[in-house]
């Protein structure tokens, strides 16, 4: 399912607003990012959006891309986010304010599944690292794609926190499938899943 083909679609991970700092930290509550914010960077991060005609995001990426709408329609981000399929991922129901945004929830897995067998271009995940470890876990994500920012937040929600007893997320090869240093020093960095 990895492989892409003329029936289906592969899934990629977010190039998109998932910034990585050092420590791993993938949350900007105090703006860090935006020092390393240049064209350049900005236009690595929209390189997928040509790619796509669906957008992935738990609750907590969804709703603040929601309030991103309302605040700043103009915003590119937005831009793209109206252009194609808006899905949010919640394991409880939820009604959402965003016309024409499809809920998964329930047995999101089968759905996902279905999803990604469905014509179409890739499905991009924006943001939602808790998302994003899950995905990994199931198989179901095709790349990971990260922005890593050389600097160390010290605090913040990591994107691989230290392993739980329940955590399905433990020994998941990557393979590097590129890399490119960035003038603002920041590393554009991209993985498959390693065959298990």
């Known amino acids: 399912m990895r492989q892409r083909t003329e029936r289906g679609r592969s899934y990629a991970q977010a190039r998109d607003n998932l910034f990585i700092s050092l420590d791993s930290v993938v949350e900007a509550e105090n703006d860090w990012q935006f020092a390393y914010l240049d064209d350049e960077t900005f236009g690595a991060l929209t390189t997928a959006w040509d790619r796509v005609d669906a957008a992935l995001m738990g609750r907590r990426s969804f709703e603040g891309f929601d309030e991103v709408r309302r605040a700043n329609p103009d915003s590119p981000v937005v831009g793209f986010l109206q252009r194609v399929s808006r899905y949010l991922v919640s394991t409880t129901p939820a009604e959402v304010a965003w016309p024409e945004s499809t809920v998964l929830s329930g047995d999101v897995h089968k759905q996902l599944t279905q999803l990604r067998q469905q014509p179409g271009k890739d499905i991009l995940v924006l943001g939602s690292p808790t998302l994003v470890r899950w995905l990994l876990a199931q198989d179901l994500l095709d790349e990971l794609a990260l922005i890593i920012l050389p600097i160390i937040v010290g605090a913040g929600p990591r994107l691989f926190p230290e392993a739980s007893a329940g955590d399905p997320l433990t020994r998941v090869g990557l393979d590097l499938a590129n ?13 498959t899943p390693a065959a298990r």
């Open 179 to 191: 890399v490119k240093s960035l003038n603002s020093g920041a590393l554009q960095v991209s993985y």
